[in-house]
């Protein structure tokens, strides 16, 4: 079975650093394009970062960009968002997640459990 | 940027039609994907390419898309249906994904 798993969550204060990781199995890790989507408490879902199969191509929402740098290690199935200058605001459940084996455009079929990051001082 | 409009609550009684509507400009020119989310749990896709449905999700929710509204439509709805369900679809002119406000649907 395809599986995600994030980690890295935590507690940071505001202005302060965090890495989360996302580890794949199951599936061909360095085939695939890669999300991390965010879920703030009692909100909507937030699409927050791409990147490509090769890491030639990164967007980015926004509000994140230029704080935040997606990367991944198709080595290690393992995608990572660098979180820098952290805000209030970018407290949420963040979610790694990919379309998988579908054949759909710019889906996300696959998720992770999520991980926590909480911005506070 | 683009902005999906979905309504924030629906409901429904047991057995009866849920239609949940994503509001977009011109958003049968995209790809529409629809998420069920539980409480609690990550999100789920049931729709993908505005009316295909992955492996595993019944028959009884489909989709569809014409003009500025693409639709979820849940048939005999159940209790297990309860969720908060989102539309997505992928913005190529601002290269962002983009995901609706989200619905709300409670069974009576």
């Known amino acids: 079975e395809v599986q995600l798993v994030e980690s890295g969550g935590g507690l940071v204060q505001p202005g302060g650093s965090l890495r989360l990781s996302c580890v794949a199995s199951?599936?061909?890790?360095?085939?695939?394009?890669m999300n991390w989507v965010r879920q703030a408490p009692g909100k909507g879902l937030e699409w927050v970062s791409y990147i490509s199969s090769s890491s030639s191509t990164r967007y980015y929402t926004d509000s994140v960009q230029g704080r935040f740098t997606i990367s991944r290690d198709n080595a290690k199935n393992s995608l990572f968002l660098q979180m820098d200058s952290l805000r209030d605001e970018d407290t949420a459940v963040y979610y790694c997640a990919t379309k998988g084996r579908t054949t759909c455009s710019w889906c996300m079929a696959v998720w992770g459990q999520g991980t926590t990051v909480t911005v506070s001082s | 940027s683009y902005v999906l409009t979905q309504p924030p609550s629906v409901s429904v009684a047991p057995g009866q039609t849920a239609r949940i509507t994503c509001g977009g400009n011109n958003i049968a020119t995209n790809s529409v994907h629809w998420y069920q989310q539980k409480a609690g749990l990550a999100p789920v896709l049931v729709v993908d390419d505005d009316r295909d449905r992955p492996s595993g999700i019944p028959e009884r929710i489909s989709g569809s898309s014409s003009g500025n509204t693409a639709t979820l439509t849940i048939s005999r709805v159940e209790a297990g249906d309860e969720a908060d369900y989102y539309c997505q679809l992928w913005d190529s002119s601002s290269y962002q994904y983009v995901f609706g406000t989200g619905t709300k649907v409670t069974v009576l």
């Open positions: 199951e599936f061909t890790f360095s085939a695939s394009n």
